[in-house]
C-alpha cells in the first residue's frame, strides 16, 4: 500500500487494512494503516478495500450499496468507511444500528455529511421497529404528510432502488489462509527480530525473555498497538532504535475472573476490554458491576474503533497521559497494577501513581503485566464522565473517575475517591477533598465544601494561550455535581423514604447525549411522466465513479504509479511570522542518505513572485518571511522519508521584524489592510438613525475554517525530456492557473506545460491559487534535477501552509425599525451577499480585508456569504431580543416579500424565498415544535432544547463575464462510443457525472456509451476555475453546445436513416467524412458591478431556501446533541436530485463545522496550533441530526441556466447557522429562566466552551470567585 498521509485512524481511510488475527478463533478488526507497524501483522492476514472487491472480479455488496446509495461524493474517504463497514459485517452479518453507527465513529468524511453513507449502512443492518425505511413512517414523514398527499404525483422520496443490490452472502467472504492457519497451529513460537534501516523491532514470546529484554533496553518503548509512540516518532520526531513488541506474550493478555473482580492482561486490546466488561456487566449482579459500568462508559467513547481494536489497556495506563479517559476511573476504583522487572514482581493501587502515596514510581526496566479491576461493593458507587470537543472520537479536554463508598445503610462518606484528566499534565487526584469530606453526608452542604475544596486543590495551568483554564475549572465541579446527583438518585432506590432523590426537572441531566442511527427523508420532484426512459437528466444518477471510489481503483495523484528515478520532495516551512531570512544552511541535509537536492527561490528559473494583487504570491521566500509557514526551500532525495528527514535538519537564522499582525485587531491598531477598501449604501442611514428610538451595537467575531479535504494537496510534476515539456498532475480545481504559475516560474511558454486533472479528493475553494505555487515548487525541482518529483503535503503542513476561510470581526449599528448596519468585515463579496433574505431600506456597509503574518486566507464554499449573513442574522436576533418578538417573527416581517430591488439595485423576485420558508415552517412543525421545547424546558432545569429557522438568499454568480466563460470537447468514435471532456474538475461534486447526462440527452444515447476520462490543459485551454457553485452551470452549457453542434451535422444522415441505430449513423457520417469531433463554448454570464456608484448586475440569479434545526444542551457541560434539521431548498430543476441532494447535506453538516465545533488556534507567535484530526475537529456522524430532512423545492424554474437547474455548491453551507441560531434559543431559555441578562454575545464557533459559559450558575461563579482569587495572589 501507498503511504499514508494523514495523522490519525479516521483520515487514513484509503489503505485501511483489515487484519485477521490468528488465535483461537479468526477475529477480523480494522485498523488504521498509518499507525499499524507492519512488524506487529506477523501472522495475520491483512485485507485491503482492494481485497474486499473490485470491478475486474466481483464488486462487493458494502462497496456496491455504498455508490448506489450515493455515499461517495469525491470518494477519499470511500474504502475506509467500506472497510469499516466489511469489518463490521464479518464480525457480525445482521449488525443492529447502533453497532453500524459505533463502526464509523472512526470515519471521517469531508463532503457527504454522512446520511448517504448511513443509508448504505442501514440496508444490512437488522430491521427494527424504529428504522424509517423498513417499517410505517419515520416522523419526519409523518409530519410532512400533508405535502406529500398534495403532491402525491409529483414528489419523489427514493434515490436509490433496495430492489437492485445483490444479497450479502457471507458464505463468499475471503477466508482465513489456511497457511497461516497451520502457522498458527504447528509453529513453536519463537522470538521474532526484523532490523530495519535504524530500527530493531523484537517481538518475545515469554515474560521472561521480554523482562531480560527489557532490562538490557530499559529506554526501549514497549510497543503493542503503537498509537501512543507511533505519533510521537512520526510527527515529533522521537526515535527510537529498539523496540519490543510484547503482544504474543500469554501472560499480557490473560482475561480472568477472580473472586473480587476481573484481571485483563496489559496488551489486551481496548475492543477486547470493552467486550470483556460488557459480557461481565450482563453476568454479573449489578451491584458489582458499578466499577465495570463506568469503564465501559469511557470505552464506548474512546477513540474510534479502528484505534481501540488496536490500542491496549496497558498502553493507555502506562502512557499516564494527561487525557487518558481510563485512568480517572480506574484510579478512583482502586485498580490494582501487576508490575514486572527482571526477579522482580510487585501489585500497587493505580491511584498510588496519582495520588503521590508510597513507592509510586514505575522504573524504567518494569513493565506492566495486567490490571485487576474490583467489583464495587454494595454502598459504593462510581461514575466517570468526559467532556471533549467532539462527542466521539476526541480527546478529552476534562474528564473524570469517581467513587464513593458509604458507612453501610446511611449516605455517611466512609472512602470518597475523585481523580480528574486533562486539569493537568497527568491524572490528578483530589486527595485533600476526600479526606476532608469522609464521614460527610451527602447533601448540598457537602457537595458546596466539596466543590470549593476541589477549585483549591486542582490546579489548572493556563495553556500558552491561556485559553479552556475557566471552562475546564468549570467542568471540574460540574462534574462532581453530575455525581452528587447520580449518587442522591441511586440513594433513593435504596431506601426512598430517606432518600428523596433529585428533583424531576434535574432527572434528564443523568442521561448522556447518545449517537443514534439518524432517520432522514429526502423529496424531490420526480421527473414528467412522458420523459423518455433513457433521458438521465432530472434521475438520481449514481456518481460515475462511485463503484470506483468504494472499490479503491479510483486513482488520486498518490496512485499514480512510480516514474523511473521518480523523486520525492518535502518543503523546509518559515517557524516565524516576519522576520528577515539571515542565512540557510543545508549541510547536514546533504547528509542524509538518498538526498539529491536543497531547492530555494535561487533555483527559480524566472518567476517567484506572482502579483494577481498588489501583494505577491510567493513560491519560495527569497529574503524575508511573512508568515509561519511560508515555503523557504525543499528537497528532494529518493524517498519521502528520508526527504522529510533531511527537511528537518535545514537550518534557518532569523532575524525578527516588527510588527507581527496575528489577528483582526492588531490589523485595525496598525491599519493594515488590502485595497482597495468597499462600501455599499442604500437609503438614508444618518436621517434615519436621528429617528429612531432604540439603536443596538454589537460586535461578533467569527473564526476561521480549515478547509480539511481528504486529499491533501498533491503534485507529480514530469520532465518530458524534449522541448521543456512538462506533465503536471496536480490535485487542483483550476489547471489552467497551475499551467500558467508552472510556466512562468519555469519561464517556458504555457504550451510546454501539461496539466492533467482526473479528480480531486475534496477542495472546497482551497485548492485554487496555493496549489499553483505548490505546483511551481515541484516542477522547479523535477527542472533543477531532470526528474519526476513528487510532492505530497502532509496533513500537518498542508495545514500549516495554506489558509482556510476569512476569520471576520462583523461590527453592526441597528436601529430595530430601520435595521440600518454599519458593517465592517474583510471580504468585498461579503457586501454583496450581506442584507441575505432581507430588505434593508437604510444601509451602509464597508468591508476591509486585513493584512495579517498569517497565512493569506483564501477561497472556501461560500466565499464570505456564510460570515456575512452570519453577521446578519445576529442582529436580526439581538433585534428580537430587544423587542420581545421571536426571532422567526423579525425574520418575517423583514423578508422580502415581492419584486424589490437589493441594496445594489439588482432586481430580485422573492417568490420562491417566501415559499422555502413557508414550506420549511410547514415540513418542520416549527411552531408546534417550539412549543414542545419550551414545555421540555419548563420541566428540565440542566437540559434545555433550543429551534430555530433561517431563511436563505444565496446569488449565483462571479461578477464578470470571462469568469463564467467555458468550453467542451467532445469526440465521437466510429464503434459509437464517446469521449467527453471539459473545463470543470471532478472534485465531488459530481460534475463529471452531470456532464455525461447532458451529453446523453443531447445526443439521445445512454450514458453507458459515454466516457470521461480527464480534465486537461491539453483538451480545454483556459477553463476557468471550478468554484463558486458555477461548474455545472457553464460546463454543461458548453458541453450541450458541442453535443448540439455533432447532432447538426449528424441530422443529414439521421433524416435519411431514421430507423437507423447510433453507430449506423457513426459509421455512415465516417464514410461521409463528417468530422465526429466538436468543441462547444459557452461565454459566460453578462456580469458586472459598479463599485463607484455602488450599483449592478453583479449575479445572474438567486437560489432560496429555509432550514430549521432543534438542539438540546447540557448545560452543566455545554455540550450538545442536534435533534432535528428540515431543509427545503429552491435548486431550480435539479440536473440530478441524488448528487444536489449530497451537495445541500454536505454543505450543511460543513456549516455545522464552521458555526458550532471546528476552531482553529495559534500561538502567540502565529504557529498555528490546530494540524491535524486530533486538534481540529470536523463534524463526524455523531454530529449530524437524528432527524433530517431536505426537500427540493417543487415547481421551480430557472431560466438563466442549463436545463432550469441552479448552481448549488455553495448556498447550504450557511444554513449549518441554523444549528447556531437553534443552540443560542437553548441558551436564551437558560438565561431567561434564570433571570440573566437578555443581551449576550456568542461567537462562533459556538463551542461547548461557550455553551457551558453562558449557561452561567452557581458553579461558573464559583469558578469566577477562586480564579480572581488565583490572580490576585499571582498579582499579590
Ligand atoms: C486517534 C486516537 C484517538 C485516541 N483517543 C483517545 C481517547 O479518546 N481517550 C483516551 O484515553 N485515549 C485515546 N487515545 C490514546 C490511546 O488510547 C492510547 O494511545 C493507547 O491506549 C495506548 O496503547 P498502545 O497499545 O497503542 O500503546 P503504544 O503506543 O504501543 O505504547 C504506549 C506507551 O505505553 C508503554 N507500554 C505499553 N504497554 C506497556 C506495558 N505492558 N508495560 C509497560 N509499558 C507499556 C510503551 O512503552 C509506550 O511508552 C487515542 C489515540 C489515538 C491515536
Ligand atoms: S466523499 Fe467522503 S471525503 Fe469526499
Request: overall charge neutral.
Amino acid at each position: 500500500t501507498s503511504p499514508c498521509y494523514q495523522l490519525k485512524s479516521q483520515l487514513c481511510p484509503r489503505q485501511n487494512p483489515q487484519c485477521h488475527m490468528t488465535g483461537e478463533k479468526t477475529g477480523h478488526y480494522s485498523a488504521n494503516a498509518c499507525l499499524l507497524p507492519i512488524c506487529c501483522l506477523y501472522g495475520a492476514a491483512v485485507t485491503t478495500v482492494e481485497g474486499v472487491g473490485s470491478t475486474e472480479t466481483r464488486v462487493h455488496p458494502v462497496q456496491e450499496r455504498l455508490a448506489k446509495c450515493h455515499g461517495s461524493q469525491c470518494g477519499f474517504c470511500s474504502p475506509g468507511m467500506v472497510m469499516s463497514i466489511y469489518t463490521l459485517l464479518r464480525n457480525y452479518p445482521e449488525p443492529t444500528p447502533e453497532q453500524m453507527i459505533a463502526a464509523l465513529a472512526g470515519n471521517l468524511c469531508r463532503c457527504t455529511g454522512y446520511r448517504p453513507i448511513l443509508d448504505a449502512c442501514k440496508t444490512f443492518c437488522k430491521v427494527s421497529s424504529s428504522d424509517d425505511r423498513n417499517t410505517g413512517l419515520c416522523p419526519l414523514v409523518a409530519n410532512s404528510l400533508p405535502l406529500l398527499v398534495f403532491f402525491l404525483f409529483k414528489v419523489s422520496t427514493s434515490l436509490f432502488s433496495i430492489d437492485e443490490f445483490q444479497p450479502l452472502d457471507p458464505t463468499q467472504e475471503l477466508i482465513f489462509p489456511p497457511e497461516l492457519m497451520r502457522m498458527a497451529e504447528n509453529q513453536p513460537k519463537r522470538t521474532l527480530f526484523f532490523h530495519g534501516e535504524r530500527m530493531t523491532w523484537i517481538s518475545p514470546v515469554s515474560l521472561d525473555e521480554l523482562l531480560d529484554l527489557k532490562a538490557a533496553h530499559p529506554k526501549a518503548p514497549l510497543v503493542v498497538g503503537n498509537t501512543g509512540v507511533g505519533p510521537e516518532m512520526k510527527f515529533r520526531g522521537v526515535f527510537h532504535p529498539v523496540v519490543i513488541a510484547p503482544a504474543r506474550i500469554p501472560d499480557l493478555n490473560v482475561v480472568k475472573y477472580t473472586e473480587d473482580g476481573l484481571t485483563l492482561g496489559a496488551a489486551c486490546s481496548l475492543s477486547v476490554a470493552k467486550d470483556v466488561l460488557t459480557n461481565a456487566i450482563s453476568e454479573f449482579p449489578e451491584e458489582k458491576t458499578k466499577v465495570f459500568c463506568a469503564v465501559l462508559k469511557q470505552l464506548r467513547t474512546l477513540g474510534g474503533e479502528q484505534i481501540r481494536n488496536v490500542a491496549s489497556l496497558g498502553g493507555n495506563i502506562i502512557s499516564r497521559k494527561s487525557t487518558s479517559d481510563l485512568n480517572p476511573v480506574l484510579a478512583a476504583s482502586n485498580c490494582v497494577l501487576s508490575l514486572a522487572s527482571r526477579g522482580k514482581k510487585r501489585r500497587i493501587p493505580l491511584s498510588d501513581i496519582f495520588a503521590g502515596v508510597g513507592n509510586n514510581t514505575i522504573t524504567p526496566e518494569e513493565i506492566l503485566v495486567s490490571v485487576h479491576i474490583p467489583h464495587s461493593r454494595k454502598g459504593e458507587y462510581v461514575c466517570a464522565f468526559r467532556q471533549a470537543p467532539r462527542r466521539e472520537n476526541a480527546l478529552s479536554i476534562t474528564n473524570a473517575g469517581m467513587r464513593v463508598l458509604f458507612e453501610e445503610g446511611t449516605d455517611i462518606i466512609k472512602d470518597l475517591s475523585i481523580f480528574y484528566g486533562g486539569a493537568a499534565s497527568t491524572t490528578v487526584c483530589a486527595k485533600q477533598t476526600c479526606s476532608a469530606l469522609t464521614g460527610r453526608h451527602w447533601n448540598e452542604q457537602t457537595l458546596d465544601e466539596a466543590c470549593r475544596l476541589i477549585l483549591k486543590e486542582i490546579a489548572v495551568p493556563g495553556s500558552a494561550s491561556g485559553e479552556k483554564v475557566d471552562y475546564k475549572k468549570t467542568l471540574i465541579i460540574s462534574f462532581f455535581y453530575r455525581f452528587f446527583l447520580e449518587v442522591l438518585q441511586s440513594l433513593k432506590t435504596t431506601d426512598p423514604y430517606h432518600y428523596p432523590g433529585i428533583p424531576v426537572e434535574y432527572g434528564s441531566v443523568l442521561q448522556d447525549f447518545k449517537t443514534k442511527m439518524p432517520q432522514s427523508i429526502q423529496i424531490y420532484q420526480d421527473i414528467e411522466p412522458d420523459q423518455s426512459p433513457q433521458d438521465p437528466v432530472g434521475r438520481p444518477i449514481m456518481h460515475q465513479s462511485g463503484i470506483k471510489h468504494a472499490t479503491g481503483e479510483a486513482v488520486y495523484i498518490d496512485d499514480l504509479p512510480s516514474v523511473d528515478g521518480e523523486l520525492f520532495l518535502a518543503v523546509v516551512t518559515s517557524s516565524r511570522a516576519h522576520a528577515k531570512i539571515v542565512s540557510i544552511d543545508t549541510s547536514e541535509a546533504l547528509k542524509v542518505p538518498g538526498v539529491f537536492d536543497v531547492i530555494s527561490a535561487h533555483d527559480v528559473p524566472a518567476t517567484n513572485e506572482f502579483y494577481y494583487s498588489d501583494d505577491p504570491e510567493i513560491v519560495f521566500a527569497r529574503n524575508k518571511v511573512i508568515c509561519v509557514g511560508q515555503i523557504v526551500c525543499a528537497v528532494v532525495a529518493d524517498s519521502d522519508v528520508h526527504a522529510k528527514q533531511a527537511a528537518a535538519k535545514v537550518k534557518i537564522e532569523y532575524e525578527v521584524l516588527e510588527p507581527v499582525i496575528l489577528t483582526i485587531e492588531e490589523a485595525i491598531k496598525h491599519n493594515s489592510f488590502f485595497e482597495p477598501k468597499r462600501k455599499l449604501e442604500q437609503g438614508n442611514v444618518d436621517q434615519a438613525f436621528e429617528t429612531v428610538d432604540n439603536i443596538i451595537e454589537g460586535e461578533i467575531h467569527i473564526g476561521g475554517q480549515e478547509h480539511f479535504y481528504m486529499e491533501t494537496q498533491s503534485v507529480l510534476a514530469v520532465p518530458k525530456g524534449e522541448d521543456k515539456e512538462m506533465d503536471v498532475y496536480v490535485s487542483t480545481q483550476h489547471p489552467a492557473v497551475i499551467q500558467e504559475m508552472v510556466a512562468a516560474s519555469l519561464g517556458v511558454p504555457a504550451n510546454r506545460i501539461m496539466c492533467h486533472v482526473k479528480r480531486v479528493g475534496g477542495a472546497f475553494g482551497g485548492k485554487l491559487l496555493k496549489s499553483g505555487l505548490l505546483a511551481s515548487v515541484a516542477a522547479v525541482a523535477a527542472k533543477k534535477t531532470g526528474r519526476a518529483v513528487r510532492f505530497i503535503l502532509s496533513r500537518g503542513d498542508d495545514m500549516l501552509i495554506t489558509g482556510g476561510r476569512h476569520p471576520f470581526i462583523g461590527k453592526y449599528k441597528v436601529n430595530e425599525k430601520y435595521f440600518n448596519v454599519n458593517l465592517k468585515e474583510v471580504a468585498a463579496v461579503s457586501l454583496l451577499k450581506m442584507d441575505n433574505a432581507y430588505k434593508i431600506p437604510n444601509l451602509r456597509c464597508w468591508a476591509y480585508a486585513c493584512k495579517t503574518n498569517l497565512p493569506s486566507n483564501t477561497a472556501f464554499r461560500g466565499f464570505g456569504f456564510p460570515q456575512s449573513a452570519l453577521v446578519t442574522e445576529t442582529w436580526i436576533t439581538e433585534v428580537a431580543d430587544k423587542t420581545g418578538l421571536s426571532p422567526e417573527k423579525i425574520r418575517e416581517i423583514n423578508m422580502y416579500k415581492e419584486n424589490e430591488q437589493t441594496h445594489f439595485k439588482q432586481k430580485l423576485d422573492p417568490q420562491n424565498l417566501i415559499r422555502c420558508w413557508n414550506e420549511c415552517m410547514e415540513k418542520s412543525a416549527y411552531y408546534s415544535r417550539k412549543k414542545a421545547a419550551n414545555e421540555f424546558n419548563k420541566q428540565n432545569y440542566w437540559k434545555k432544547k433550543g429551534i430555530a429557522i433561517v431563511p436563505l438568499k444565496f446569488p449565483f454568480g462571479l461578477g464578470t463575464r470571462y469568469l463564467s466563460q467555458a468550453s467542451a470537447l467532445v469526440h465521437i468514435y466510429t464503434d459509437g462510443s464517446v469521449l467527453l471532456t471539459h473545463g470543470g474538475i471532478e472534485m465531488g461534486q459530481g460534475i463529471h457525472t452531470k456532464m455525461i447526462q447532458v451529453a446523453s440527452r443531447e445526443l439521445n444515447i445512454p450514458m453507458s456509451s459515454i466516457h470521461f476520462c480527464e480534465t486537461s490543459t491539453t483538451t480545454v485551454p483556459n477553463a476557468c476555475a471550478s468554484a463558486g457553485s458555477a461548474g455545472t452551470d457553464v460546463n454543461g452549457m458548453a458541453v450541450k453546445d458541442a453535443c448540439q453542434t455533432l447532432l447538426k451535422r449528424l441530422q443529414p444522415i439521421i433524416n435519411k436513416n431514421p430507423k437507423g441505430t447510433w453507430n449506423e449513423w457513426i459509421k455512415e457520417a465516417f464514410e461521409q467524412s463528417v468530422s465526429l469531433s466538436a468543441t462547444g463554448y459557452f461565454r459566460g454570464y453578462n456580469e458586472n458591478m459598479d463599485w463607484e456608484k455602488g450599483e449592478g448586475q453583479p449575479f445572474t440569479y438567486f437560489l432560496f431556501g429555509a432550514a430549521c434545526s432543534e438542539v438540546e444542551i447540557n448545560c452543566l457541560t455545554g455540550d450538545h446533541k442536534n435533534l432535528r434539521t428540515d431543509i427545503v431548498m429552491d435548486i431550480g430543476c435539479s440536473i440530478n436530485p441524488a448528487v444536489d441532494i449530497g451537495q445541500i447535506e454536505g454543505a450543511f453538516v460543513q456549516g455545522i463545522g464552521l458555526y458550532t465545533m471546528e476552531e482553529l488556534k495559534y500561538s502567540p507567535e502565529g504557529v498555528l496550533y490546530t494540524r491535524g484530526p486530533d486538534q481540529y475537529k470536523i463534524p463526524a456522524v455523531c454530529d449530524i441530526p437524528e432527524q433530517f430532512s431536505v426537500s427540493l423545492l417543487s415547481s421551480s424554474q430557472n431560466p438563466h441556466a442549463i436545463y432550469a437547474s441552479k448552481g448549488i455548491g455553495e448556498a447550504g453551507l450557511f444554513l449549518g447557522c441554523s444549528v447556531f441560531f437553534a443552540l443560542r434559543d437553548a441558551v436564551t431559555s437558560v438565561r431567561n429562566e434564570r433571570g440573566l441578562k437578555t443581551t449576550f454575545v456568542l461567537n462562533s464557533p459556538l463551542t461547548a466552551e461557550q455553551i457551558r459559559a453562558s449557561c452561567a450558575d452557581d458553579f461558573t461563579e464559583m469558578v469566577t470567585e477562586s480564579w480572581g482569587g488565583v490572580c490576585s495572589s499571582v498579582s499579590g
